[in-house]
Nanobody, 121 residues
Framework: QVQLVESGGGLVQAGGSLRLSCAASGSILSINVMGWYRQAPGKQRELVAAITSGGSTNYADSVKGRFSISRDNANLIMYLQMNSLKPEDTAVYYC???????????????WGQGTQVTVSS
């Protein structure tokens, strides 16, 4: 059973910073791509940032230069450092893992439960 658990969300004023963490657990052999998505009320879920096992990164245009994604492959943890936060960054942030190889199970994708980030103006 693979679990992704997010932490680090909260309430912050505009211009502030937060760091989100996503810890993966289970009989995991490898994870191809990990990413952060977000969903604001009334909007579709969107990709914020993604990182491959080799460290290649991809960011949404709206967060480039402000957010930074990283991962610790040995400990199966992913981070999202969010700086210069804006009210429009307010959303539930979800951790995602794609191409997860586990013991005695097919490769699959997984989602976390989400963590709320609220940026006040």
């Amino acid at each position: 059973q693979v679990q992704l658990v997010e932490s680090g969300g909260g309430l912050v004023q505009a211009g502030g910073s937060l760091r989100l963490s996503c810890a993966a657990s289970g009989s995991i052999l490898s994870i191809n791509v990990m990413g952060w998505y977000r969903q604001a009320p009334g909007k579709q879920r969107e990709l914020v940032a993604a990182i491959t096992s080799g460290g290649s990164t991809n960011y949404a245009d709206s967060v480039k230069g402000r957010f930074s994604i990283s991962r610790d492959n040995a400990n199966l943890i992913m981070y999202l450092q969010m700086n210069s936060l804006k009210p429009e960054d307010t959303a539930v942030y979800y951790c995602a893992a794609a191409g997860v190889e586990v013991v005695d199970a097919p490769i699959d994708d997984y989602w976390g439960q989400g963590t709320q980030v609220t940026v006040s103006s």
